[in-house]
């Protein structure tokens, strides 16, 4: 833990129900630089297996469409160019 505590990383704490693992993580985060800011608690079961690596990681642009707006491409879209719809 201690060795993790010390990295730059996000963690991923897995584990059988009633085995610590919340305890696990708020000592990593506790002891970790990051213990100023806010420990982000995720119940895994509760988002849809297709959908969890982007939820936990995030997706580049045009991950879901294969299509990324040309705006993007040359980097002077904003935010509201790289939602789809």
Not at 45 to 63: D, V
């Amino acid at each position: 833990m201690e060795m993790v505590a010390k990295t730059n990383v996000a963690v991923l704490v897995q584990g059988e129900s009633g085995t610590g693992k919340e305890l696990i993580a708020r000592l990593i985060h506790g002891t970790s630089e990051r213990t100023v800011g806010e420990l982000v608690k995720v119940s895994c079961p509760a988002i849809p297996q297709g959908l969890i690596e982007t939820e936990l990681f995030g997706y580049e642009k045009g991950a879901f469409t294969g299509r990324i707006p040309p705006s993007a491409a040359s980097g002077t879209g904003s935010r509201r160019d790289l939602v789809p719809g």
